[in-house]
Nanobody, 123 residues
Framework: QGRLVESGGGLVEAGGSLRLSCAASGRTFSSYAMGWFRQAPGKEHEFVAGISWSGGSTVYADSVKGRFTISRDNAKNTVYLQMNSLKPEDMAAYYC????????????????WGQGTQVTVSS
């Protein structure tokens, strides 16, 4: 059974940066598309970014395009989300997820989920 564990969240001032990591274990996710989602209190999961199994294709939400970068290292079974120029509206719990096949913005299509890591942005 696969497991995803996020890390790297924390408190940062607006304009600052954080790098989230998602380490996979229990199985190899190198053939899976990976996604980052976030959830603020009282809101549904919001797609942030996705990356294909090879890393050759990436997709971003308009709200983070140009500020966030998703990447993966299949040798380390790890996916990253570099977040720059953070804004208060980026504050949320961030989750990584894995799905077979292609990238999707639909959280319901993802098979594996991590427990989340909190990102807090102070203004």
């Amino acid at each position: 059974q696969g497991r995803l564990v996020e890390s790297g969240g924390g408190l940062v001032e607006a304009g600052g940066s954080l790098r989230l990591s998602c380490a996979a274990s229990g199985r190899t996710f190198s053939s899976y598309a990976m996604g980052w989602f976030r959830q603020a209190p009282g809101k549904e999961h919001e797609f942030v970014a996705g990356i294909s199994w090879s890393g050759g294709s990436t997709v971003y939400a308009d709200s983070v395009k140009g500020r966030f970068t998703i990447s993966r290292d299949n040798a380390k079974n790890t996916v990253y989300l570099q977040m720059n120029s953070l804004k208060p509206e980026d504050m949320a719990a961030y989750y990584c997820a894995a799905k077979s096949g292609t990238i999707s913005r639909n959280s319901r299509l993802y098979d594996y989920w991590g427990q989340g890591t909190q990102v807090t942005v102070s203004s």
